[in-house]
């Protein structure tokens, strides 16, 4: 099976996210900006329930494509979970939690990528 390339990955995982109602969903390209990934893709969910649904969905779509994460990190009732799939980052925050962090800021030369048509 062909390794998906980091762009489909976060397309996927998008959709995954967008259809149990994640909310004020981001996918940043940091390629020319991070050594460490290409993507982040960052989305909040309105409970811990809500953030634990959002990070399963992700999980299980990429799984379907043979991909699992190198990492996983924090648990919803921290307000932040960290799915690492080496070139992609997914963010997964309570609202509130997200507002303190800041990534887009932190990251505000990130150009944005487009979901339109995924």
Same mark, same amino acid.
């Given at each position: 099976?062909?390794?998906?390339?980091? /762009?489909?990955?976060?397309?996927?995982?998008?959709?995954?996210?967008? #259809?149990?109602?994640?909310?004020?969903?981001?996918?940043?390209?940091?390629?020319?900006?991070?050594?460490?990934?290409?993507?982040?893709?960052?989305?909040?969910? !309105?409970? +811990?329930?809500h953030?634990? +649904?959002? +990070?399963?969905?992700?999980?299980?779509?990429? !799984?379907?494509?043979?991909?699992?994460?190198?990492?996983? /990190?924090?648990?919803?009732?921290?307000?932040?979970?960290?799915? #690492?799939?080496?070139?992609?980052?997914?963010?997964?925050?309570? /609202? /509130? +939690?997200?507002?303190?962090?800041?990534?887009?800021?932190?990251?505000? #030369?990130a150009?944005?990528?487009?979901? #339109?048509?995924?």
């Amino acid at each position: 099976m062909t390794r998906p390339t980091a /762009e489909r990955k976060v397309r996927r995982a998008a959709r995954a996210a967008l #259809d149990k109602r994640a909310t004020d969903l981001v996918v940043l390209d940091v390629q020319g900006l991070s050594s460490v990934t290409d993507y982040f893709l960052v989305c909040s969910g !309105k409970s +811990t329930t809500h953030m634990k +649904t959002i +990070t399963d969905a992700i999980r299980a779509e990429l !799984k379907s494509d043979g991909v699992r994460p190198l990492h996983a /990190e924090g648990v919803a009732e921290s307000g932040w979970i960290l799915l #690492d799939y080496g070139d992609v980052l997914m963010h997964v925050f309570l /609202e /509130e +939690t997200r507002v303190y962090y800041a990534l887009e800021r932190l990251w505000g #030369d990130a150009p944005p990528v487009s979901l #339109d048509g995924s």
